[in-house]
């Protein structure tokens, strides 16, 4: 299963913000669309990832609150990031090796999508229960005669 598979079943829908929106504004959508990320865009080319986890620490580091602050000033700058021909099983190390939670996928310098760890989860445990139900219906369907002791 490859990374165009995930985002063919997830549809198309993007959430963004610009380097330079308030950090506050970039949170009340994230809450309003009840995300969990936000890709940061300028000059129409993928420059951060925020999420979550940055937010938290922008709002502990400005003692409770986000002020003034920028997207840009909490952002990760230097997201992971695949592309669509990505296979799963290396999303998956990605994602573990970086803790990540969330990965835009990218098509050059074109933003795709985001794949998040959930989405990988259900692709592994949708592609999981598919296989059980094949192998299921295979011995249900098997001779008698034939059937193997288990």
């Not at 602050?69 to 090796?97: F, H, K, Q």
Request: charged share 25%; net charge negative; hydrophobic share 45%.
């Amino acid at each position: 299963m490859k990374v165009s598979d995930i985002l063919l079943l997830k549809g198309s829908t993007l959430y963004v913000a610009q380097a330079d929106d308030a950090l506050a504004d970039a949170v009340a959508l994230m809450a309003e669309k009840d995300i969990g990320s936000l890709v940061v865009m300028e000059h129409g080319d993928v420059v951060g990832m925020l999420t979550f986890r940055e937010v938290i620490q922008a709002t502990v580091k400005n003692g409770g609150s986000l002020g003034a602050s920028r997207v840009r000033s909490a952002m990760d700058d230097a997201p992971l990031t695949c592309t669509m021909e990505t296979e799963l099983d290396e999303v998956r190390r990605m994602i573990l090796d970086r803790h990540a939670r969330y990965m835009p996928v990218m098509d050059k310098r074109m933003l795709m999508g985001v794949v998040s760890l959930y989405d990988v989860a259900k692709a592994v445990v949708d592609s999981q229960n598919f296989e059980n139900k094949l192998l299921k219906a295979y011995i249900r369907d098997w001779p008698e005669q034939e059937t193997p002791n288990p």
